[in-house]
């Protein structure tokens, strides 16, 4: 089984990046990402990946030094999906190649994943149904291609003479989006909870040392309403299974999302928020919790300061038009709370006028009515589609905006 690999690229080179993390985390391989930015966390990683557009040799040395299994690759460009199998599949022959005894047994099996992620545009629908999960059409359309795509993957299951845990776990977690997308249609969940969670304790039989699917069972769990309540203790088998490492920040994360969403206890909430941070402290959906919680006990000119430090962390992408969707909601919303503290609380107009043009700029059209090119928007839905996809960003943006003026 291969636990954890680690992803180093520079912040404006994150297209491979994601396209690489979200490829092994369908697969239950845990991701440490590392930008020029990031604290840097020390780990076991099974290879440690550069993408290696913009670093440049000495930078690239430094982490040849660092770490073991060290493989670097290419940018691909933007010219789409037509040629992201090959990218994969050569990534996966690199890893064999500088670990075999790691990714030798392992790479039949998530050459299976690759072909299923990549030919069902997996990316591509992952980001529709997550986050523009309030356009009905969308979410529909994103749940046809997870259904066909877990009919495929279960085909090759099916007539594959092996049975890897990343291959069951990459169907788990295809049925995971179908239920989810299920949840924001408010129809019957496709599958039923309780065979989900069964099936993911048979992985379990095989690797009891497998956390990513404690994670992946809490998810399945948090929404139904039958089985919410059994959330918390696979969460907690999820975090208490992972050593103190970069990559347990987003199980805590969720964790301390649980506590604050579906239980109501923002205190034990914000322990876990604390423990993100501590571990990747530039985790801006964190970073805002506390914004949030600053301004409930008052405490204002703290609350701007994390306002400000979600814009120091977004801000390069920003002015570079590299934003992905959540990222422009949260920098749009770390603009929004500065105006609203600034104009109801520290009265302080010079203040309010600059962080409302700045709220206003950061999703903007060019004068023929275009949106400003955003080169990772081109990496995830296609250039092609990239307009379309702004424009809805934007209309959510302004939703934002309509909601918290009223």
């Given at each position: 089984?291969?636990?954890?690999?680690?992803?180093?690229?520079?912040?404006?080179?994150?297209?491979?990046?994601?396209?690489?993390?979200?490829?092994?985390?369908?697969?239950?391989?845990?991701?440490?990402?590392?930008?020029?930015?990031?604290?840097?966390?020390?780990?076991?990683?099974?290879?440690?990946?550069?993408?290696?557009?913009?670093?440049?040799?000495?930078?690239?040395?430094?982490?040849?030094?660092?770490?073991?299994?060290?493989?670097?690759?290419?940018?691909?460009?933007?010219?789409?999906?037509?040629?992201?199998?090959?990218?994969?599949?050569?990534?996966?022959?690199?890893?064999?190649?500088?670990?075999?005894?790691?990714?030798?047994?392992?790479?039949?099996?998530?050459?299976?994943?690759?072909?299923i992620y990549v030919n069902h545009k997996l990316?591509?629908?992952?980001?529709?149904?997550?986050?523009?999960?309030?356009?009905?059409?969308?979410?529909?359309?994103?749940?046809?291609?997870?259904?066909?795509?877990?009919?495929?993957?279960?085909?090759?299951?099916?007539?594959?003479?092996?049975?890897?845990?990343?291959?069951?776990?990459a169907k788990m977690m295809i049925a995971r989006?179908?239920?989810?997308?299920?949840?924001?249609?408010?129809?019957?969940?496709?599958?039923?909870?309780?065979?989900?969670?069964?099936?993911?304790?048979?992985?379990?039989?095989?690797?009891?040392?497998?956390?990513?699917?404690?994670?992946?069972?809490?998810?399945?769990?948090?929404?139904?309403?039958?089985?919410?309540?059994?959330?918390?203790?696979?969460?907690?088998?999820?975090?208490?299974?992972?050593?103190?490492?970069?990559?347990?920040?987003?199980?805590?994360?969720?964790?301390?999302?649980?506590?604050?969403?579906?239980?109501?206890?923002?205190?034990?909430?914000?322990?876990?928020?604390?423990?993100?941070?501590?571990?990747?402290?530039?985790?801006?959906?964190?970073?805002?919790?506390?914004?949030?919680?600053?301004?409930?006990?008052?405490?204002?000119?703290?609350?701007?300061?994390?306002?400000?430090?979600?814009?120091?962390?977004?801000?390069?992408?920003?002015?570079?038009?590299?934003?992905?969707?959540?990222?422009?909601?949260?920098?749009?919303?770390?603009?929004?709370?500065?105006?609203?503290?600034?104009?109801?609380?520290?009265?302080?107009?010079?203040?309010?006028?600059?962080?409302?043009?700045?709220?206003?700029?950061?999703?903007?059209?060019?004068?023929?009515?275009?949106?400003?090119?955003?080169?990772?928007?081109?990496?995830?839905?296609?250039?092609?589609?990239?307009?379309?996809?702004?424009?809805?960003?934007?209309?959510?943006?302004?939703?934002?905006?309509?909601?918290?003026?009223?």
């Amino acid at each position: 089984m291969v636990e954890a690999v680690k992803i180093i690229h520079d912040e404006l080179e994150g297209g491979e990046y994601r396209f690489l993390a979200d490829y092994f985390r369908l697969a239950g391989i845990y991701v440490s990402e590392c930008t020029l930015k990031s604290n840097e966390k020390k780990g076991e990683f099974a290879a440690v990946i550069i993408i290696d557009a913009r670093l440049n040799e000495e930078q690239k040395e430094k982490f040849r030094q660092q770490y073991q299994n060290v493989v670097e690759i290419a940018a691909w460009g933007t010219e789409g999906n037509d040629n992201r199998l090959e990218y994969l599949e050569n990534v996966l022959d690199r890893l064999e190649n500088i670990n075999p005894e790691v990714w030798k047994e392992e790479k039949e099996a998530l050459n299976e994943v690759a072909e299923i992620y990549v030919n069902h545009k997996l990316l591509y629908y992952r980001h529709i149904y997550s986050y523009f999960y309030e356009k009905t059409e969308l979410v529909q359309e994103a749940q046809d291609k997870f259904v066909d795509a877990y009919l495929a993957l279960s085909d090759k299951i099916d007539k594959s003479q092996q049975s890897s845990v990343h291959l069951i776990y990459a169907k788990m977690m295809i049925a995971r989006f179908i239920n989810e997308t299920c949840y924001f249609l408010k129809q019957r969940f496709l599958f039923h909870t309780g065979k989900c969670l069964k099936a993911l304790d048979d992985i379990l039989k095989e690797e009891p040392l497998f956390s990513n699917v404690y994670l992946l069972k809490a998810m399945f769990a948090e929404i139904d309403d039958y089985f919410k309540d059994q959330s918390a203790a696979y969460y907690k088998l999820a975090t208490e299974n992972l050593p103190e490492l970069y990559y347990a920040y987003y199980p805590l994360y969720r964790f301390g999302r649980y506590y604050e969403k579906v239980l109501g206890d923002d205190e034990t909430a914000r322990s876990y928020y604390e423990k993100v941070l501590d571990l990747n402290e530039r985790e801006y959906r964190v970073v805002y919790k506390f914004i949030l919680s600053a301004k409930r006990e008052g405490k204002y000119q703290e609350a701007i300061e994390y306002c400000k430090k979600i814009c120091n962390i977004l801000n390069t992408k920003k002015d570079n038009n590299y934003l992905q969707p959540r990222e422009y909601e949260y920098l749009f919303k770390a603009y929004l709370e500065m105006t609203k503290i600034y104009r109801n609380h520290l009265t302080n107009g010079q203040e309010l006028n600059e962080a409302t043009k700045k709220r206003d700029s950061v999703c903007l059209k060019e004068e023929n009515g275009q949106f400003v090119e955003n080169r990772m928007y081109q990496q995830i839905f296609g250039s092609g589609e990239e307009q379309k996809f702004l424009e809805l960003t934007a209309e959510r943006l302004n939703t934002t905006v309509a909601v918290c003026e009223q």
